[in-house]
Structures are given as C-alpha cells and as structure tokens.
C-alpha cells in the first residue's frame, strides 16, 4: 500500500494549511510570491497534507521559501538541493518530493548534479526560480544571464555563451520538461500540478522576474515574448519538436510542457526498495556506533 493513501484525511485543505507563521521576506513584485501560491495551490490540487511533501531546497532568494512552506523541509547546501532529494527519495519513494532552487545554484554551482538527477530519472519534481541572475547575493552574472548583460560581476558584459536549460534537459534524459512563468500564475500551479502527477524526474524552469536586479528581464519583456505550447500545436511526445522549441529564444519564448515521455524509474529498477526503507526494520543496530560519535 502507498504510504498516501494509508493516511487517514480530515478535511480539505487549503494553501494556508502550507503557510508557516514566518511571512516572506521577498522584494514587493518578486517572481517568488507567484511561484510560492503555485506551488501551495498545486499541493491542495493534489489533496495533500504538508506531513505527506517533503521538499528541498537550494541557496537563494529562491531557498529561502524553506521558512515559508509548511511542509517536510530540508534547506541544503548551494547547488546541493538534488543530491538531497535524491536520498529522500530513495529511503522513502512513497514522499513525493519537490526541489526549489534557482539558476545560480541549479544551472551553475549544482550543474553536475542535475544533469545526474536527469539520466537517472529520479522521481522528484524540480523547479528552478530562473531570474537570469544571482539574486540573494545582489546581481550578479548566473549561466542564463545573456551574452553581453552587464551585472556587478560582468560590468563589461557577459562573455560566455547563455546556458540553454530546457535543450541540456532535453539531452540529460529528463522525463518531463516544461517552463512557466511566475506572470502566468493559474498556468504555472497546473504545470507544477502535472510535474508532480509524472512518474520519475519532471523538470519546470520557471522565468522569475527579479524586480530588484534584473532590469533586462522584467514581466513586460516577458510577455511581449511568451507563448504557450498548448495553444501552438506542440506535441510533448515528440522529442525533435521539443528540441526546436527548446532553441527557441529572443523574440518568441515558448511556456508549457516542451517535453512528457515516461520511462523506467530510478527507485523502481532497484528490488530491495520495493518496501521503502524508511518502513523497514534495520539490519543492524547502529546505536553503539551513534553513541561513538556522542
Ligand atoms: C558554496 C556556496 N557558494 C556561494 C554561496 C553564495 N551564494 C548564496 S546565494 C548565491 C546565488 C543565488 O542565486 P540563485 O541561485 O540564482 O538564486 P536566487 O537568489 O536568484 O533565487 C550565492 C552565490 C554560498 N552560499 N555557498
Ligand atoms: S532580490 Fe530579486 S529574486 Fe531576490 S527577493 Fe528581491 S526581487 Fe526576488
């Protein structure tokens, strides 16, 4: 039996059953206020209780939502976020699990272990906060910054070449693959809703205005440019159509799913984890051992 629906329901719950007593501390107009009753609103679409999520999250402004969400929370290292999901998972693949981070942390300091997290298909949803930007740490160049965007670490304009999320997705074995954007808030709690529903690593970027850093990337330059893939014809089955649209940036940003294939899951290739480890006796006895280490 799945641990889920071994738990006893009371009433319906709502997004404040999500909300802690700590009220964010994110600039007025940040795309992090969006994306956070996304996230609320998807888990209260999905029915449910924050003792059943477990959710991870990386170093930013992006992180710091671990204080806002009442859920399971594990705040990791910068660019650590997946290698702690991933173990979530593995010792209790009944929890769904989400990660949170941002562009600076998944896309440059925690670039190995994503691309890691997608060939192994690990069953954890994954939202990346992508402002194009280092945030918390004040403005900073990201790998998604443009070529040529001048931030307080590039005052002469990035010279590397934009990191393109949804095509190294796409390339890394990524089951499900999709981009919101926080201005498109009732899309974005459905994109994440449907990440969660997907078996094995679902990915969604997510275009996060930073209203305080990033004065290139605001809501308006992102909607004179987004499009939705649902109303466009796009078929998330087909891989080829996901890679056209995935190299699509400039005067047309495609939203929506750019990519939805199942295939075999991490934890569900390995036997011995049919029963999840957190519901197993242990084989030996560690207390000895822990009490070493008093
Ligand atoms: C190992 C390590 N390196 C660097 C930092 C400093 N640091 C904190 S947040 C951050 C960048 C945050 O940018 P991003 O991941 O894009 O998140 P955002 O704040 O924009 O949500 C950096 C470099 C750190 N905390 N730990
Ligand atoms: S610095 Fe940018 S990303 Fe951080 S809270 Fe402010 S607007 Fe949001």
Not at 33 to 41: P, V, Y
Not at 190 to 214: E, W
Request: aromatic share 10%.
């Amino acid at each position: 039996m799945r641990w889920r629906s071994s738990v006893a329901k009371t009433a319906p719950r709502t997004k404040a059953d999500f909300e802690t007593d700590i009220f964010p501390t994110w600039c007025p107009g940040c795309g992090d206020w969006s994306i956070w009753g996304a996230i609320k609103g998807a888990l209260v679409e999905l029915g449910y209780a924050p003792h059943e999520v477990c959710v991870v999250y990386g170093i930013g402004c992006s992180g710091n939502m671990c204080s806002f969400v009442n859920a399971y929370g594990f705040h990791a290292l910068h660019g650590r976020a997946l290698p702690a999901a991933i173990g979530i998972k593995l010792a209790n693949h009944d929890l769904p699990v989400l990660v949170v981070n941002g562009d600076g942390d998944n896309y440059g300091e925690g670039l190995n272990h994503w691309i890691h997290a997608m060939r192994g298909n690990h069953n954890v949803t994954h939202l990346v906060h992508d402002n194009l930007i280092y945030g918390l740490t004040t403005g900073q160049t990201s790998p998604t910054s443009e070529q040529g965007m001048k931030t307080k670490s590039t005052p002469e304009g990035v010279i590397e070449r934009q990191l393109n999320p949804m095509a190294l997705a796409l390339e890394s074995g990524a089951s499900f693959i999709a981009r919101g954007f926080a201005g498109e808030h009732h899309h974005l709690k459905d994109l994440i809703a449907q990440a969660m529903r997907h078996k094995g690593y679902s990915f969604v970027d997510i275009f996060q205005p930073c209203v305080t850093f990033n004065h290139v990337q605001t809501y308006d330059w992102y909607r004179e440019r987004i499009y939705r893939l649902d109303e466009d014809g796009h078929d998330p089955s087909d891989e080829r159509a996901a890679h056209e649209r995935a190299h699509q940036w400039g005067e047309k940003l495609p939203i929506g799913v750019f990519y939805d294939k199942p295939r075999e899951v991490y934890d569900q290739e390995i036997d011995h984890l049919d029963t999840p480890l957190a519901r197993t006796k242990p084989l030996t006895n560690i207390s000895k051992l822990q009490a070493e280490f008093r």
